[in-house]
Structure formats: C-alpha cells, structure tokens
C-alpha cells in the first residue's frame, strides 16, 4: 500500500525563524513529489521534484528530494506571518514516461507563525 | 481563464438524500480528479478521469459516483448521502504531460 508521511503534524514558530518540514513515501512506481500551500481554501501549488530536478528555490522557500532516503525537506526560511498554512506532501506515480493522474497525499503540516 | 469551478461552495445534506457537486475546468486538461479533505488525513483520492468517457476508482470511492461525458466537466454523485460522507470536497484538473494538479475552490459538505 502506498504511503506518505509528514512531519511534524503541526508547528508553531515565531517570525523571522527557520523551519524545516519532512516527507517520506513509501510508493511503487515514483515519478514525483509535490508541494502544496493550503491556506482557507484550495490547495495551492509549490514545487515539483522528480529524478531530473531534485532541488527547487523560489524566494525563501526550498526544497530537496532524496531518493535514495525516499524523503523530501520543504524549509522557510525568514519565516513570516503569511506562511501560516496547511502544508501539503503528494507523490505522483507513473511508468514509461506516462503519469497514473493520482497523487497519494500525506496528512499535512499546520504550520502557524506568530508575530 | 476561470480554471477549476466547483458549486455548490456550501451544502447541507439529511442523511439518504442525494446530491452532485459540479466541477468544471476551462483548461483543456485531459486528467480530472476528486479528493476529500478529513481533518489530520490529509486528501484522498475518490475517482478520476483520464478522458472524457474514461473513470476509475480511487482509495475511498465507495458512495460515489462520477461520469465525464466532456472534456471540462466532472460531477460527482452521492446517491444515499451519510454522515460518514461530511468533509470538504475538492476537484482538481491537470495536463496529461505534467503531474501538478490544479484545484478548485471546495465545496463544504454536512450530512446530518
């Protein structure tokens, strides 16, 4: 069975800290790993990982996928009080180049940060 | 471009009425999904669609159902709705080339 698990479950920081998020899968067939920012409504899309691009930036948000560990880290850096979201891991599976269109979703990070 | 369109945003339900949810994408995306969102479970995949014409069950379909008789629209059927079934319901479109998805804005779901 195909699984995904984030750590922590939840995590309060004060602004202008630095945080770390994990997710580690267990999927056969791994084709890539997304991030996803859920603030009140729909998920909002971050990064996408694969074998080809195992290390994102975009501001002061990163993130790297180990394959071998079968793990990815999302960090925030300077972290300010608009992060506060739900933050989402997904795998996407696939073979011979072609997507299966499913993501199996870990349980989520809810990450607050104070002023 | 509007992207992925979900109505009803709220609704509430009596145990054994039925109901759809509507989605709509104005993308052109080939692959169409629903998920549920259960607080701590993050989001489970329902059923989906890699055409119009073609579903598949994903890890909780039991209670739903879905047909794709277009590219853009993808609605989501509860024939008997139970409580079981309260959660936040999200539709999400994507190319059939990628693997990020796109999602709608959620349709809030009580069966009392």
């Known amino acids: 069975e195909d699984k995904v698990v984030q750590s922590p479950l939840s995590l309060v920081v004060h602004e202008g800290d630095t945080v770390t998020l994990n997710c580690s899968y267990e999927v056969t067939n791994f084709r890539s790993l997304l991030w996803y920012k859920q603030e009140k409504k729909a998920p909002t899309f971050l990064f996408m990982l694969t074998s080809s691009g195992i290390e994102k930036k975009s501001g002061r948000l990163s993130s790297i996928l180990d394959k071998k560990e079968l793990s990815s880290i999302l960090n925030i850096t300077a972290t300010q009080t608009g992060d506060s979201a739900i933050y989402l891991c997904a795998v996407s599976k696939g073979a011979g180049g072609t997507s299966y269109g499913k993501l199996t979703f870990g349980q989520g990070t809810i990450l607050t940060v104070h002023p | 471009n509007a992207g992925v369109t979900q109505t009803p945003k709220f609704q509430v339900l009596k145990t054994g009425q039925s109901m759809t949810l509507q989605c709509a994408q104005d993308m052109n995306h080939e692959y169409m999904s629903w998920y549920r969102q259960d607080p701590g479970m993050g989001l489970r995949l329902i059923h989906y669609?890699?055409?119009?014409?073609?579903?598949d069950q994903g890890e909780v379909p039991n209670g739903y159902n879905v047909s794709r008789s277009t590219t853009e629209d993808f609605p989501l059927r509860l024939l008997s709705a139970a409580p079981s079934q309260t959660s936040v319901y999200f539709c999400?479109?994507?190319?059939?080339?990628?693997?990020?998805?796109?999602f709608g804005p959620g349709t809030r779901l009580t069966v009392l």
């Open positions: 999400a479109s994507k190319r059939g080339s990628t693997d990020t998805q796109y």
């Open positions: 669609s890699v055409g119009a014409g073609i579903t």
